[in-house]
């Protein structure tokens, strides 16, 4: 059955790369709505975007999505995750400004706040996108693979490889079923190395980049006093990633994700790959009648 949240949701915080505060609103909406974003601070212009795959306009360290009038709205990953790992099928996200607060650099504030809050059901059919068929991309030695498996959930594989080696050669392999996400994933930060934070800053991207909200690697050395949440958390962050750009499918995908040096470029690619073959892929659906529906965000 389709679902929304139960009730409205908000969060205060810092955007990762543009720097500026963003209050963000996660409200109820009803079956068919999907998930949309409406920036709150535009005047003029449609502030209407969709969390779609095809709305993608800009992977550089983050995903973008924009529409027809060029309103965007930029690090929708990390949100992206929790609502596709809470199930969350409905909602309307209100934003004060260009990009999702980045919170602690992980997801796990709002799996928390959503698992508190709850979800309703809502009248509608209950899509999923089965893969049918492998299809893959490939950019030198990065790579991205939808796989079919028989399941019933997301089964993630995944491996990066860095020089320096605070991070080294790391990988994954992780089924996205039940609360797996909230157990492996959630809380795994966005991560980058000191010599980069400065020729990124140029780029005006990491203006809001801190130890509080991501992890700092130099060398063999983790700058945060912290530490890591967990040895392997460089790899299980690009496989939170992977859930969050996934789910701007627009349903949940039942096969496996192979991911081999991949970030938010290939997880596009990818689908762009996949819904160019109509014959890799079919939804399913369920049909059911919810008691009482969500009116209309």
């Not at 949309?36 to 779609?52: L, S, T, Y």
């Not at 009038?69 to 596709?84: R, Y």
């Not at 701007?248 to 690619?269: D, S, W």
């Not at 079919?282 to 059911?288: A, L």
Request: charged share 30%.
């Amino acid at each position: 059955m389709q679902t929304t949240v139960r009730g409205a949701l908000t969060f205060d915080g810092i955007g990762l790369h543009s720097g500026r505060p963003a209050r963000l609103r996660v409200l109820p909406a009803s079956g068919e709505y999907g998930i949309w974003f409406k920036r709150m601070d535009v005047v003029g212009a449609d502030p209407m975007v969709p969390a779609a795959w095809d709305r993608v306009t800009d992977t550089r360290l983050c995903t973008l999505v924009s529409n027809a009038d060029g309103v965007t709205v930029s690090t929708v990953e990390h949100l992206m995750a929790a609502l596709a790992a809470c199930g969350v099928d409905n909602a309307l996200i209100e934003i004060d400004g260009p990009e999702i607060p980045i919170m602690d650099g992980s997801s796990v504030e709002f799996v928390r706040a959503i698992r508190a809050r709850g979800l309703r059901d809502v009248a509608g059919e209950a899509r999923r996108i089965r893969i049918l068929k492998t299809v893959e991309v490939a950019d030198g030695d990065r790579v991205a693979r939808l796989e079919p498996t028989g399941g019933d959930s997301l089964e993630i594989d995944f491996v990066i490889a860095f020089d320096d080696a605070a991070i080294g050669v790391q990988s994954e392999r992780l089924d996205i079923a039940g609360r797996a996400f909230d157990r492996e994933l959630m809380d795994c930060r966005t991560f980058c190395r000191a010599a980069e934070v400065e020729a990124l800053r140029k780029m005006g991207l990491a203006q809001g980049g801190s130890l509080e909200n991501a992890v700092v690697v130099d060398g063999d050395k983790v700058l945060n006093p912290e530490g890591l949440r967990r040895p392997d958390e460089f790899v299980r962050h690009k496989m939170l990633d992977a859930v969050g750009d996934l789910a701007l499918a627009g349903a949940p995908i039942l096969g496996r994700y192979v991911g081999r040096k991949a970030g938010h470029e290939m997880n596009n690619k990818i689908l762009r790959a996949l819904f160019a073959r109509p014959d890799a892929w079919r939804f399913e659906v369920e049909q059911r009648v919810a008691p009482a529906a969500v009116a209309g965000a």
